[in-house]
């Protein structure tokens, strides 16, 4: 081979190189997080520590990451995967794998155990010392989502996803019959498929979004008791007493829905944005229940009956239309006007028919058709324009109004002893204002205004007549000191005759952050929050109506603060870290608790890619109001971190 | 939506249009393009980022040639940088980073406007507080620093930064799983902006965001419980975190529920009428309402929520 043609193959491939590229090599990272957690007993209510913790012992994967480029293309250019907890009552999970500007998929996996058996809620017979939470939960809650997205980032990408929500478990529930309520045992199992296919078109001026998607769901719990149970009334009705000696219970609800989704943004000029959504759903359920219950029951007017039968059949429908519109305006390089629309609309319909035995110790039985339909409807509207202005090229202000109108109308329920439907309005004004300081590149402040004056509101708790500020400082005091500021002040009142309502949420916290030469030997971070929530309103007490007043407080200091240090070392790679820190929680009000969680952790990393750990953090919880639902626990936990 | 423009204050509507007639006059002048230089003039000085940058999903511009910015990946954000590679002086080249938040969004906005993500920009709590772009998404990342960090626990702790008192409510005793790291803020908020108030999330269409995992209590249901609907979970739960069980607002469930439950039948206001009289408050069995009315958040089978 002569020496031109050797020069011709050197620089062809570099004449033909396309200036500087993504790099191209395959390339694979990852980290692997491997522990081991030891529990000590747990002193005090251990159903209050799985509702409120709920970590065991055990192996576990506490973390696990995985980064790969290929560049060969053949399948992706980039490839990522995430796990999290696995072991533990919530584990998660999500792969992300691309290929530039042919496909992008992604996958989210979480698993999260719902336990909560606290012996202070739905609990009547707690006065008698019983611990039973007659509206307790062993459940799992299971949640996918996938989406596959094709020719991401170019003018047309069509994509169809699927998610399923799942919850399964068993618990406790009330078999509720007139006169009594008998808690039993029950199984949960729902599911929800949710199906979506669409399209973006994105193009230099504007963008729209059509998305198509079906939801289907079903809804499957059962109870069932055949042990004899006395219920949660105390005393004889009548003279006789009251119990449950057989039960079964069958909901079977299956739904289905149909939605519509379209978005369009658009900048026709330079100096305007355009946005638009367009939202309609038609979610519907078919109904079927059964239940039958054996024992001794109260049928009113001093009659008793021994077994009931029931049989239900229904549907319901709820169309429901949201649509929003806005626009921002550029006036002058320093002013900006927004002005939006929304309004969202529903309506729920539904028909009930119930066939109902009853069978007595003596005589015939007897048998009710009950069919009852219901109604829900809802109008929600609401208008906002805002004026930014920067006034100086540090300092913006911003000004503006938003009123909110709607109108809802719903059937009493029947307890409240009247036929005419219940209506509701909604009509509020509010002021909004603002200012974002700049003052210098390390410090700034944002401060947030809102002040509501409403004629009309749905609830009496709603939002009435509001002040809210709310404000956040940065200060950048040092390279290494970081500080911020958050403050909150919630005012809200309804002095409607018939209501009385005032409340008053008052936050403000102060968070620091020092890392001397970037934290290679100490840094802390530490966070306090102190917030007062106190809450006045009026009611009816029952069985006579008398005026009552509710009073709610709640104050509390919240703390978290973490101290990293690493500790002195002769060797080159071997350089301990130690960790020591915690949150802290403490309230006093209404349902004073305290919940603290110190913690303390070292790590000791053998080379860039092996480092060992060992941590150690404490749970503790009181009520003062509730000393039975405390608990203190240590956990130890031994680690293995591995990474590529 | 016509009609709701005007129901509200349709003097708005000219003086909107007016406006926005006007704007196009006010509409800044483009500046003088300056020549680029490439962004392999950028990589001797800057390397580490330069590196790093190959990486990130951003490093796609310098090849895509239908983007504009082949070749000139680094000034698709920096600006032309010929006068900055002669000069090496930092006035000479676009800084985003110490720019103000609006000015600095305007490169990212350049090719990100018209995208999905971006609908709800102009309603979003982050645009309006001038949050940039780039104080979320560090654009020199690289896989291990994303321009969508995952999982939850990086999320959570980026949103902590700002929201650090939002944070602490999640300390409190019964919260949703973000401390664990089963989930993350952006499962319910949307931080580029929506539709619906603080940036929340909605399922399917138009449902609320939590029923993304609360499937089971979607409905539509037989019998509503008028709050869900009207002003969603929030009216009885507090979301990021309560001393009270199931994260309710209230310590006792009686209190929760009477105090909307407290006007007399035939009575004007507010929605919520007063429950029968049989019910004996100072009686254990009645205090605590969701032992009876156990499908509170709406039921298939009774009107009363009994079952």
């Known amino acids: ?644 | 939506m016509f009609d709701t423009l005007l129901r509200g204050r349709p003097w708005r509507l000219p003086l909107f249009l007016i406006l926005a007639a006007w704007a196009p006059a006010a509409a800044a002048q483009e500046a003088a393009q300056a020549p680029y230089a490439g962004s392999d003039s950028c990589q001797p000085c800057h390397e580490e980022i330069y590196s790093s940058f190959r990486k990130n999903a951003h490093a796609f511009l310098d090849t895509e040639k239908g983007r504009g910015w082949a070749g000139r990946a680094c000034e698709s954000c920096h600006g032309p940088g010929a006068k900055h590679v002669e000069s090496l002086a930092a006035a000479d080249i676009r800084n985003p980073a110490k720019l103000a938040p609006l000015e600095a969004d305007k490169s990212c906005l350049e090719c990100h406007r018209h995208q999905a993500t971006q609908v709800g920009r102009i309603r979003g709590s982050h645009a309006r507080n001038l949050v940039a772009c780039i104080q979320c998404h560090p654009i020199h990342g690289t896989e291990k620093v994303t321009l969508s960090p995952h999982p939850a626990a990086r999320i959570n702790a980026q949103c902590a930064d700002c929201h650090a008192d939002v944070w602490t409510s999640f300390q409190r005793p019964h919260s949703h799983r973000l401390v664990q790291g089963a989930m993350s803020c952006v499962d319910c908020h949307n931080p580029h902006g929506g539709a619906l108030i603080r940036n929340m999330r909605v399922a399917g269409a138009n449902e609320p965001g939590c029923l993304r995992c609360h499937g089971d209590k979607r409905g539509p249901f037989a019998f509503e419980h008028a709050p869900v609907r009207l002003e969603g979970c929030q009216s009885c739960h507090e979301p990021h975190g309560s001393v009270n069980p199931r994260m309710l607002v209230r310590h006792e469930t009686s209190r929760l529920c009477l105090e909307c439950h407290a006007r007399p039948p035939g009575a004007p206001g507010a929605l919520g009428g007063i429950p029968g009289g049989f019910h004996d408050l100072a009686s254990p069995r009645f205090r605590n309402c969701t032992v009876c009315h156990i499908k509170i958040h709406g039921s298939q089978v009774n009107r009363d929520f009994l079952r």
Do not use: C
């Open chain 1, 1 to 644: 081979m002569n020496k031109s043609l050797l020069l011709l193959l050197a620089v062809v491939p570099v004449a033909g190189q396309p200036g500087p590229s993504p790099v191209r090599e395959k390339a694979t990272l990852g980290t692997v997080d491997l522990g081991y957690r030891w529990t000590s007993a747990v002193p005090g209510d251990f159903a209050t520590y799985r509702s409120v913790v709920n970590l065991q012992d055990g192996f576990r994967v506490r973390g696990l990451d995985f980064h790969s480029t290929d560049s060969s293309r053949r399948l992706y250019d980039k490839l990522t995967f995430f796990a999290d907890s696995w072991g533990d009552p919530y584990n998660t999970a999500r792969l992300d794998a691309e290929r530039n500007g042919a496909w992008r998929l992604w996958i989210d996996y979480r698993n999260i155990d719902y336990y909560n058996f606290l012996p202070s809620f739905a609990n009547p017979g707690l006065e008698q010392g019983s611990l039973v939470n007659q509206r307790s939960f062993d459940m799992r809650r299971r949640f996918w989502d996938a989406e596959l997205r094709l020719r991401p980032g170019k003018r047309v990408s069509p994509f169809v996803g699927f998610s399923r929500d799942s919850g399964f478990g068993r618990g406790i529930t009330p078999f509720v019959t007139s006169g009594n309520e008998y808690p039993v045992g029950t199984t949960l199992r729902d599911q929800t498929n949710n199906y979506r296919g669409g399209v973006d078109l994105e193009f230099r001026r504007w963008h729209l979004t059509l998305e198509q998607g079906a939801t289907a769901f079903k809804d499957d719990q059962l109870v069932f008791t055949a042990d004899r149970n006395l219920g949660n009334r105390r005393v004889p009705l009548l003279g006789q007493e009251l119990f449950l000696a057989q039960a079964a219970q069958a909901y079977g609800a299956r739904g289905e829905s149909i939605y519509s989704r379209g978005v369009f943004t658009a900048a026709p000029i330079e100096a305007v944005n355009l946005y638009a959504q367009f939202q309609f759903s038609q979610p519907k359920t078919d109904i079927r229940y059964s239940d039958n219950g054996r024992g001794l029951f109260y049928l009113g007017a001093t009659r008793f009956f021994n077994t009931l039968e029931s049989l239900a059949s229904g549907e319901a429908k709820q169309p429901h239309t949201s649509a929003a519109l806005s626009a921002e305006v550029r006036l002058h390089p320093r002013i900006r006007v927004f002005e939006s629309i929304f309004t969202d609309r529903l309506h729920n319909a539904s028909s009930l028919l119930l066939v109902q035995q009853l069978f007595f110790a003596t005589g015939p039985a007897e048998t009710a058709r009950i069919f009852t339909p219901d109604r829900l409807a809802m109008n929600y509207s609401r208008q906002q324009a805002d004026l930014f202005v920067d006034v100086t090229p540090k300092i913006t202000l911003r000004g503006g109004h938003r009123y909110e109108w709607g109108d809802a109308r719903l059937r009493s329920p029947s307890l409240a002893g009247t036929a005419n439907p219940e209506t509701g309005e909604l009509k509020r004004h509010v002021g909004l204002a603002g200012v974002n300081f700049r003052a210098l590149e390390k410090l700034a402040f944002n401060l947030d205004y809102e002040g509501g004056d409403a004629d009309a509101s749905y609830f009496r708790t709603s939002l009435h007549d509001y002040h809210q500020l709310r404000g956040r400082a940065t200060v950048q005091a040092l390279a290494s000191l970081q500080l911020l500021a958050n403050f909150l002040l919630l005012d809200n009142e309804n002095a409607s005759p018939g209501v009385g309502y005032d409340l008053r949420n008052l936050a403000g916290g102060l968070s620091l952050r020092f890392s001397p030469g970037g934290g290679r030997r100490v840094s802390f971070f530490g966070d306090y929050t102190r917030s007062r929530l106190r809450s006045d309103i009026s009611f009816r007490s029952l069985p006579f109506l008398d005026r009552a007043d509710s009073f709610y407080r709640d104050n509390a200091h919240t703390a978290t603060g973490i101290f990293e240090l690493a500790l002195p070392s002769g060797h080159k790679v071997v350089k301990p870290r130690l960790s020591l820190g915690g949150t802290l929680f403490r309230s006093s009000g209404s349902r004073p608790a305290r919940y603290y969680q110190p913690y303390g952790r070292l790590l000791v990393p053998f080379s860039d890619h092996v480092s060992v750990y060992a941590e150690w953090r404490w749970y503790g919880f009181t009520q003062p109001f509730y000393i039975f639902e405390g608990f203190r626990t240590h956990h130890l936990l031994f680690g293995l971190k591995l990474s590529l």
